[in-house]
């Protein structure tokens, strides 16, 4: 499981079976996970986040969107 450093309190990741599917991030803080699609950057799913911290997370992944994606693409090299 690929670590993404950002600076904040969340935890960005991919799973390295995750390949297969169109590029996306997963976000975790303590035992709330989230999951969103880069291109467009879109909630895919959630769990635990309350829409306030979504709407944080949210802009965090489209801040740092073009790194989110070179090292989506440089990990699964596609």
């Known amino acids: 499981m690929p670590t993404v450093p950002i600076q904040g309190p969340y935890r960005f990741f991919f799973y390295s079976g995750d390949g297969g599917e169109p590029p996306h991030i997963h976000v975790e803080q303590e035992h709330m996970k989230a999951k969103f699609w880069l291109s467009p950057v879109r909630l895919q799913s959630s769990g635990g986040f309350g829409r ?8 965090l992944v489209e801040e740092n969107r073009e ?6 693409h440089g990990f699964f090299g596609n």
């Not at 306030?52 to 802009?59: D, F, L, T």
């Not at 790194?67 to 989506?72: K, N, S």
């Open 52 to 59: 306030g911290e979504i709407n944080r997370i949210q802009r």
């Open 67 to 72: 790194y989110l994606l070179r090292e989506w």
